[in-house]
């Protein structure tokens, strides 16, 4: 076993604390990970605070996780010491069903094994990259290309594959028109992701605040959605709508902003239902579609596409104490675009 030092939380309503915890042996398809840099996602946040229902605790969450091979099973084929790997959402499969069969793991018809708060094959219940090392089956660990950081790495793992798989599967490129809403950790990866594909991106947002980024990061245009005009001069507009926000919001107001055909896709993950008028759907054969991280072979994809465009996360790096801290800021949006935690102050 290897004892790796980590940050947990004990409840709901508490503060993450310093903590050891035990990773289990190499198994002889398994890797053991030193994690160098873990990026906070805002799903961590919300498992955290059991708003996605009842968890194990205590929790290490992190689900972006980027750091160097230091060992690896007898069985490896894919990965030796020393190289610079990474670790999504997801840590297994059962490798067997139709959808795993595709490479579509996520959507693994006996449940994908989630990097934290899930139960691996052993029974025993996942922590998170918020530690010093990681053991990871070798089919669920992705190589960071040689030209990204691994502190720009670790938040593709999940705000990249995330919104780089809808675009990909609905077809951004050259000759559509995409509108990406929210300009938060996902919405930030959407526009340089969705503008490196070719397609012409519009950003809404609830405020122009974050404009001469989002115009930095690829976008074409930038509108406010707090200003009911951008709907009325937007509508029709989009072959593609990628919803990064987890509030609700006034769905048939963002379809009527499809064209013929169009297709809106939730990213984000609101607890409470949506409310949906059908007739804003019928009206122009408009889809509402969903989509949850991406398979293992496209998160490879996607990060061999962030190398060769030179597309990079915009971060900040914040220190192993400050967790709750980055947690209280990214509840009130203020970080651009996302925190990543310096594995080495742990
Ligand atoms: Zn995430
Ligand atoms: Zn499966």
Excluded at 219 to 247: C, H, M, Q, R, W
Aim: aromatic content about 8%.
């Amino acid at each position: 076993m290897v004892t790796a030092k980590a940050r947990a939380v004990d409840g709901p309503d508490k503060s993450f604390y310093e903590t050891e915890i035990q990773r289990r042996d190499l198994d002889i398809n398994d890797i053991l990970i030193e994690i160098k840099i873990s990026g906070i996602c805002h799903s961590d946040i919300h498992t955290a605070h059991g708003e996605w229902g009842p968890v194990n605790y205590p929790l290490v969450p992190g689900h972006e996780i980027a750091g160097i091979v230091t060992e690896v099973g007898s069985n490896v084929s894919k990965y030796k010491v020393g190289d610079r790997v990474g670790v999504g959402c997801m840590v297994d499969s059962c490798g067997e069903c139709k959808n795993c069969q595709k490479g579509e793991e996520q959507y693994c018809l006996k449940g994908n094994v989630p990097t934290y708060a899930g139960v691996d094959k052993y029974g025993e219940p996942t922590q998170g990259g918020y530690a010093t090392h990681i053991v990871v089956t070798e089919d669920f660990v992705v190589r960071i290309p040689d030209n990204i950081e691994l502190d720009a790495a670790a938040p593709l793992l999940c705000a990249g594959i995330t919104t780089y798989s809808p675009l990909n599967h609905w077809g951004a490129g050259p000759g559509k028109k995409v509108a990406i809403v929210g300009m938060g950790g996902l919405g930030h990866m959407a526009v340089k992701i969705a503008s490196a594909m070719g397609a012409e991106v519009t950003v809404l947002s609830q405020t122009l605040s974050k404009k001469e980024d989002g115009l930095e990061f690829g976008a074409k245009e930038y509108y406010a959605t707090s200003d009911p005009e951008t709907f009325s001069k937007l509508a029709g507009t989009f072959d593609l709508i990628i919803n990064t926000v987890s509030a609700k919001i006034d769905m048939d107001a963002y379809f009527s902003l499809l064209t013929l055909d169009g297709t809106l896709v939730n990213v984000g993950a609101p607890a409470e239902p949506l409310a949906v008028n059908v007739f804003s759907l019928i009206g122009h054969r408009r889809s509402f579609a969903g989509s949850m991280i991406g398979g293992i072979r496209e998160t490879q994809e996607m990060l061999d596409f962030c190398a060769e465009h030179n597309i990079a996360p915009k971060i900040e790096v914040i220190s192993a104490d400050r967790i709750d801290e980055a947690y209280e800021r990214v509840l009130a949006s203020d970080v651009k675009y996302r925190f990543v935690i310096d594995i080495s102050t742990m």
